[in-house]
């Protein structure tokens, strides 16, 4: 069984910066791509980036292109997910989740193997 923890949100203010951590633990070996998506209230889910286990491929969505940097250390079985710039719209919850193939990180938001708890990034002066 595989278990995603999220840790690193916080209140920042507009133009600021956060690094969300994601450590895995259990079985890591079932899964080849990790990503993190967001929800704000009243809103839909959002894909934000994704990684992949095998190569270092990355994905971005149009929304945090050039702001956002995911990276992963293996040796700690931890993902990484850099904010800068962050804007108002940012603010949600962030959760990191497991896909079993990268394409279903990037494509298929929902088709998640495992996801954290989520952690909350509140955006505002």
């Known amino acids: 069984q595989l278990q995603l923890v999220e840790s690193g949100g916080g209140l920042v203010q507009p133009g600021g910066s956060l690094r969300l951590s994601c450590a895995a633990s259990g079985i890591t070996s079932d899964y080849y791509a990790t990503g993190w998506f967001r929800q704000a209230p009243g809103k839909e889910r959002e894909g934000v980036s994704c990684?992949?286990?095998?190569?270092?491929?990355?994905y971005y969505a149009d929304s945090v292109k050039g702001r956002f940097t995911i990276s992963r250390d293996n040796a700690k079985n931890t993902v990484y997910l850099f904010m800068h710039s962050l804007k108002p719209e940012d603010t949600a919850v962030y959760y990191c989740?497991?896909?079993?193939?990268?394409?279903?990180?990037?494509?298929?938001?929902?088709?998640?193997?495992?996801w954290g708890q989520g952690t909350l990034v509140t955006v505002s002066s």
């Open positions: 989740a497991a896909y079993r193939l990268f394409r279903s990180c990037v494509s298929e938001v929902n088709a998640m193997y495992a």
């Open positions: 990684i992949s286990s095998s190569d270092g491929s990355t």
